[in-house]
T-cell receptor, first 114, second 114 residues
Framework: DVKVTQSSRYLVKRTGEKVFLECVQD?????MFWYRQDPGLGLRLIYF???????EKGDIPEGYSVSREKKERFSLILESASTNQTSMYLC?????????????FGSGTQLSVL | AQTVTQSQPEMSVQEAETVTLSCTYD???????LFWYKQPPSRQMILVIR??????QNATENRFSVNFQKAAKSFSLKISDSQLGDAAMYFC???????????FGTGTSLTVIP
């Protein structure tokens, strides 16, 4: 079974801190994604990466950056955390979109910015 | 960007009864994939069922089935013989054929009443 592992289940940070959310997948998937989940808004794409060192902005990239130095690892970076970034963050991976391949998700990181 | 709409923020069903969750989407493409994901309180997103747009036959997975109406751009999920373990948030998702990005609806919270 594919495993997508997010480094923290819960995280509490202070306003202005630099925050790193780490995600690792073990199935050699080309695509990796970071979503933000908020009540009533569903899942919104922050960034995705289709290869090492390649990235594309999603729908809400402001205030975030990403890093993909190795195929299995995709990091989300909050350069200067703000209270409006308090949210659930979900990492996911998939094969390229030429088939009906699904997304595999991590179990999420609930981030609170105080 | 594609739009996926789930118009029912909350639904409830009596145990052993049947419930239908609605999803509509907006696209100009003819080839794409549709998915229903379940997110229980554990937060782990689980694929429930998927449908290829080129297939006329509706997908089924045990107690879960879909009603795919391509012309109407509708993709509803039917859960038969509802069980307590079906209580979760359900998300509808769209991905174009050959595309990498998944687009999600805002979710429907399903309560199962014993």
């Amino acid at each position: 079974d594919v495993k997508v592992t997010q480094s923290s289940r819960y995280l509490v940070k202070r306003t202005g801190e630099k925050v790193f959310l780490e995600c690792v997948q073990d199935m050699d998937h080309e695509n990796m994604f970071w979503y933000r989940q908020d009540p009533g808004l569903g899942l919104r794409l922050i960034y995705f990466s289709y290869d090492v060192k390649m990235k594309e902005k999603g729908d809400i990239p402001e205030g975030y950056s990403v890093s993909r130095e190795k195929k299995e690892r995709f990091s989300l970076i909050l350069e200067s955390a703000s209270t409006n970034q308090t949210s659930m963050y979900l990492c996911a991976s998939s094969l390229p979109g030429i088939t009906n391949e699904k997304l595999f998700f991590g179990s999420g990181t609930q981030l609170s910015v105080l | 960007a594609q739009t996926v709409t789930q118009s029912q923020p909350e639904m409830s069903v009596q145990e052993a009864e049947t419930v239908t969750l609605s999803c509509t989407y907006d696209t100009s493409e003819s080839d794409y994939y549709l998915f229903w994901y379940k997110q229980p309180p554990s937060r782990q997103m689980i694929l429930v069922i998927r449908q290829e747009a080129y297939k006329q036959q509706n997908a089924t997975e045990n107690r879960f089935s879909v009603n795919f109406q391509k012309a109407a751009k509708s993709f509803s999920l039917k859960i038969s013989d509802s069980q307590l373990g079906d209580a979760a948030m359900y998300f509808c998702a769209y991905r174009s054929s050959g595309g990498n990005q998944f687009y999600f609806g805002t979710g429907t919270s399903l309560t199962v009443i014993p």
